[in-house]
């Protein structure tokens, strides 16, 4: 049986393959500053994601908490793919959290793997309730997929779920504001009573469901 490290190395060495000059830069150029940053795309990490789940002497979940404490951007993205979403506790979901290091980072793990969690509802409320960044933006992206997914809140998760993202869409956070309108878009989706509700809401705070 393969060692985790080892694995963790070859992964990182076939980064270099896939490395795009470009991308890279764009990232550096709008801030994202990550200890190595290769500029793979998302497609290329993905096959790599499929051809490791075919190949793992090592458990998946093992492998992916490996990958999560690289500071590099592939490893992380690479881990949120790999993660068993029915195998992670929510303590470790937690730590998961606290660490995202970027937009991007939060915006992969919501859709690779915060969305699939058993528990996915609980803590998209519990995030979109907090005042920081990414814990917001995750909630919200959860709950936009959970709604698209045809998933209908109980009375007391409609109310939570309207006086958050009215909040948010008044909110600092320009990634957060857009976050929150998609899930309110998604929110109306669900059925007539419930795009009453958005276009009620958002008439409270001059703006228009599209």
Not at 159 to 176: K, R, T, W, Y
Request: aromatic share 10%.
């Amino acid at each position: 049986m393969e060692d985790i490290s080892q694995i963790v190395k070859e992964i990182k060495q076939s980064f270099r393959q896939m490395m795009d000059g470009a991308v890279a830069q764009s990232m550096r150029d709008k801030g994202l500053n990550y200890h190595l940053n290769w500029g793979a795309t998302l497609p290329r990490l993905k096959e790599k994601a499929e051809e490791l789940d075919q190949q793992l002497a090592v458990s998946q979940y093992d492998l992916a908490i490996a990958l999560w404490k690289e500071n590099v951007r592939e490893c992380k993205i690479l881990s949120t793919m790999l993660m068993p979403a029915d195998e992670m506790l929510p303590e470790v979901c937690d730590i998961w959290m606290e660490q995202i290091p970027s937009q991007e980072i939060a915006e992969q793990v919501a859709f690779n793997l915060w969305q699939h969690l058993p528990y996915a509802p609980e803590k998209a409320y519990q995030w979109i309730a907090t005042d920081k960044e990414y814990y917001q933006l995750c909630g919200f992206h959860v709950l936009a997929r959970l709604f698209m997914n045809g998933q209908e809140p109980n009375e007391r998760g409609i109310n939570e779920f309207i006086d958050q993202a009215l909040a948010a869409l008044q909110g600092p956070f320009i990634s957060v504001r857009k976050s929150a309108m998609q899930s309110i878009i998604r929110f109306s989706e669900l059925g007539l009573v419930y795009e009453r509700l958005a276009k009620s809401a958002l008439k409270s705070v001059n703006l228009e469901l599209f």
